[in-house]
Structure formats: structure tokens, C-alpha cells
């Protein structure tokens, strides 16, 4: 069975998205600045239909991580919008036609809906708890990685119930002073950490620990 | 004139001490696990009158850090432990007889008193703030860095202030969820970074980053 990770762009200071998110900034104030490293990346624009970008350190973490990945588990605001502040459609989600997973997604929700296909990607809607989504991710799943992808109170749910076998943290060069923390409410039972592998990318540092 | 900097510990959650400090853990609770990597390295135990302890990238990033700082700026609280959970003396301070610094330090205080000789360490007591102790800590330093050694909020009034030149965090491989933050109460003008150096070191990450 693959791992349970996952990949987060995070502040020096803590935050995987800045202060005072609205509709001109969903990501806060200077949040775009944690992704900088991921949008200069060739793989990265390729995975989103763009091209250009360049190779190196950081573009090679990028193919790492969609090689890794068979299967994605989000929550509900990540895949919709809805309650969020960009304010798309909550039927069809916010990824366009053709989302940039291709390969199933379990959303976290309270709302039971059928399988949703969009391109070569699949949303399957979970009502019965993050277990169940895990199984079913890792069923999906088989020898690749299940990959939780935020947000950040997903990933929160994850680690307190001590499911994630390890992560990668990308850590931009950026101070934010407040948004959305990546490592909050984690209750009392924290994960032991230990370093598996630091890459020192050109726009980013991206350090992989195993939870032990 | 020497670059501003300052050199600390902190866990991947941003913290420079756990929760609940008291007599018993004046770190916070798991608070000693961010400075693991430093009490494993020759260099640091070499530095305390230790023997034994590891060479390696971690020990080669001490070595590096001791020869780089002429001179050394603290709080109050970090000289004596004057209003903090250790309740040593605070006229002598807690740094014993033989301070590790072997350099002059300046300590930002509120009370005027004369400079206090402990072995090779000098301690100056500046009462007329942030500004004048860096100008008297650049006359004592000469083309060496001034590091200032914390606690956290006499960094961030350095920070705040736009002094600071550079810094180097040491990620340590631990979740500490909650205690001390180090980036907190920077203000509206944060410091905008680039990364000079990544070290890959056996027991944490090292990071150092220019304020540019």
C-alpha cells in the first residue's frame, strides 16, 4: 500500500495562506508569494497547460510529486470554492474542464452527490468521515501515494488522527505575519518528525520529513 | 561593518520554545528538542567546556556561526533570567562564570548599571535602546557580525526595525504546538528574503536568508 502525504507550500513563518483573503486575493495578502517557486517550474505549467518554465531543482520536486501521487483526498472548500471567498460555481468545482489531478480525487463533504468526471479526473464525494475517504483513496489508490491536498484544516485532520506517514513541506523565502497556519490544532499527540530528504531549490526549500 | 544577524533554533511549527515553560522547562515542554542538533555537535560542547559530541555539517554549521559573531546583543531576560521561569541571579545573570560568548555582549535593559566582566565575556548594559546598542555593538565589533543572540522579542524589535541583514534558522524535525513564536509581531513592513545557504545537517535544516 503507498504512503499518505502530503506536499504544502508554506511561509518561514508558518502560514499556507496570507492575511485578509478576499476576491481579489484568495490566497491573502502575499499568499501567491508561497508558489512562486511552483509557477516559475516547467513541470508545473505543463501540468496546468501552460508552457514555458524552467527546469531545475524546483521543477524536479514538481515531477516527483505528480509521479508520486495516484490518487488526491480534499476537502469541500478546496474543490468548490463554496463558503470561500472566490465564490465559484460549488456544483463543478473551481478547476475548469480539465483539473489538473488526472486521477481520482475524494472530496470531504456533507453532502452526498455522485461521482463527478471532469476530463481525466474523477471527484468522488465522502460523507462518512476522513477513514472512509482514506480507504477508499488508498483502494483507488494501490502502490502510489494517497496525497492529501488542503486544506490546511484537512491536513490538520489527518495528522491528529496520526494517518500521515510523511509530508513535504515547500518553504518559501517569505514572511506573511498572519493568514491561514499550517500546523494548528494539532491537539496534544504530536507526530514525531524525523528529516528524510532536503532539496535547496532555486525559489524554495523543500524538506521532506517521515512521521515516525 | 559586519552584516546584523542572528542565529536560532526553531521548530517546523515556528516555534523557539514550547508551551508551558516553568522552572522544570525553561525551554516549554519539548522545547530542548530544538537545540538537540547543537548539543550533539563537538563545536557547541567544545564551546561549553564539554567534551566528546559529533563532527558533521551540523557541527561545521557552529563552528562557522562562533567565528562569524564578534559580538553579541541580548534582552534582558536572556542576560539574567530577571521575570523568567528559571529564577536565576539576576545581577550575575545564568551564564556562569565563564559565559560561552568569550566576546563583549550588550544587553538591552531598563536599568543602568556597570559593565560586569566574566571570564573573556563582557556584558554592557545599554538603557537607551535597540539603536544605540547596535551602533555600540558595530564600534566593538569592527568588521566581525553583530548577532543578536534573542530572546525572540529583541529580535523581532530588530527585525521590525529594518536592521537586521541577515539571519539563519535552524529547522528542527519537531512539532512543538505552541509556545514561543519567532516571527510574530513584525508589523506591516515585513522583511522581504532571499535564501544564501542551505545545509542539510544530520539532526536539523539550516537556512540562511539575506533581508533585502
Chains 1, 2 share one sequence.
Do not use: K
Not at 5 to 33: K, N, Y
Not at 106 to 134: P, Y
Amino acid at each position: 500500500m503507498g504512503r499518505v502525504t502530503f506536499d504544502i507550500s508554506m511561509s518561514l513563518d508558518g502560514f499556507v495562506a496570507g492575511p485578509s483573503a478576499s476576491h481579489e486575493e484568495p490566497l491573502g495578502v502575499g499568499g501567491l508569494q508561497l508558489h512562486e517557486w511552483a509557477f516559475a517550474a516547467a513541470r508545473w505549467r505543463e501540468a496546468h497547460g501552460e508552457s514555458g518554465g524552467e527546469a531545475g531543482a524546483d521543477d524536479d520536486v514538481i515531477a516527483e510529486a505528480v509521479a508520486a501521487s495516484g490518487v488526491t483526498i480534499m476537502g469541500r472548500h478546496m474543490f468548490s470554492g463554496e463558503g470561500g471567498p472566490w465564490g465559484e460555481d460549488p456544483f463543478m468545482g473551481w478547476w475548469g474542464e480539465d483539473p489538473p489531478f488526472h486521477h481520482p480525487v475524494f472530496v470531504l463533504t456533507h453532502h452526498a452527490r455522485e461521482t463527478l468526471e471532469l476530463g481525466d479526473t474523477s471527484f468522488t464525494f465522502v460523507t462518512d468521515g476522513i477513514e472512509s475517504a482514506l480507504e477508499q483513496a488508498q483502494a483507488a489508490a494501490g502502490e502510489r501515494d494517497v496525497a492529501v491536498a488542503g486544506g490546511a484544516n484537512v491536513i490538520q485532520q489527518y495528522l491528529r488522527a496520526g494517518l500521515v506517514d510523511g509530508f513535504q513541506v515547500h518553504i518559501a523565502p517569505v514572511l506573511l505575519g498572519g493568514g491561514v497556519p499550517l500546523f494548528d490544532a494539532l491537539g496534544t499527540t504530536l507526530p514525531t518528525l524525523e528529516v528524510e530528504r532536503v532539496v535547496a531549490g532555486e525559489r524554495a526549500t523543500h524538506i521532506r520529513y517521515r512521521c515516525v
